[in-house]
């Protein structure tokens, strides 16, 4: 049975939202978060302190994009008033590892001995800072935390080794404000 679909969602005091050519844009606090949601048969509107996200006659597939939309939503305006952050540890038991930031490049040196070091590029939106053997990422965007915290324990990725012994790497312990089990 289709049913017509009209969620509204209130934008706390202090952060402005606007919706322009399938872009939702949110502006808070602590930076801003710019989204691409759109979708033919789901419209949205932004009128004064609300978003309105709406379907007529809507489908499972439509009634999912929604609800999917409607997530997006609540994690924007949670990160504009309380950025992401994601902890990752730095472990080395067999050759001291050293991590640096340099410019917008995040190096490992010495992993496992190997003489070239490991890079990769930091995204634009996301801070990343190292606090002794912590890393910390943060960002008012949740996918592009998430997204450098993961490429970050990436790069210690190990490949045809045993990985009971050889167990140095860069592991996440703290995920999007929430320790992970067992994480120390």
């Given at each position: 049975?289709?049913?017509?679909?009209?969620?509204?969602?209130?934008?706390?005091?202090?952060?402005?939202?606007?919706?322009?050519?399938?872009?939702?844009?949110v502006?808070?606090?602590?930076?801003?978060?710019?989204?691409?949601?759109?979708?033919?048969?789901?419209?949205?509107?932004?009128?004064?302190?609300?978003?309105?996200?709406?379907?007529?006659?809507?489908?499972?597939?439509e009634?999912?994009?929604?609800?999917?939309?409607?997530?997006?939503?609540?994690?924007?305006?949670?990160?504009?008033?309380?950025?992401?952050?994601?902890?990752?540890?730095?472990c080395?038991?067999?050759?001291?590892?050293?991590?640096?930031?340099?410019?917008?490049q995040?190096?490992?040196?010495?992993?496992?001995?190997?003489?070239?070091?490991?890079?990769i590029?930091?995204?634009?939106?996301?801070?990343?800072?190292?606090?002794?053997?912590?890393?910390?990422?943060?960002?008012?965007d949740?996918?592009?935390?998430?997204?450098?915290?993961?490429d970050?324990?990436?790069?210690?990725?190990?490949?045809?080794?045993?990985?009971?012994?050889?167990?140095?790497?860069?592991?996440?312990?703290?995920?999007?404000?929430?320790?992970?089990t067992?994480?120390?």
């Amino acid at each position: 049975m289709k049913l017509s679909i009209h969620d509204e969602t209130e934008v706390p005091s202090g952060i402005t939202a606007s919706y322009v050519d399938g872009r939702l844009t949110v502006k808070g606090p602590k930076g801003e978060v710019v989204r691409r949601l759109q979708d033919p048969k789901i419209s949205f509107k932004v009128s004064g302190n609300k978003i309105v996200i709406s379907c007529e006659k809507a489908t499972k597939r439509e009634k999912r994009m929604a609800n999917t939309f409607n997530a997006h939503l609540e994690n924007m305006l949670a990160g504009v008033q309380t950025p992401y952050k994601y902890v990752l540890k730095v472990c080395s038991g067999h050759f001291p590892m050293n991590v640096s930031i340099s410019g917008e490049q995040f190096i490992v040196k010495n992993f496992l001995g190997e003489k070239s070091p490991r890079t990769i590029k930091l995204k634009k939106g996301v801070t990343v800072k190292i606090e002794g053997d912590k890393i910390v990422v943060e960002s008012c965007d949740k996918d592009m935390a998430g997204q450098m915290a993961s490429d970050i324990e990436l790069l210690t990725a190990k490949r045809n080794r045993d990985l009971r012994v050889f167990q140095d790497g860069i592991y996440m312990i703290e995920k999007a404000n929430e320790p992970l089990t067992g994480a120390q």
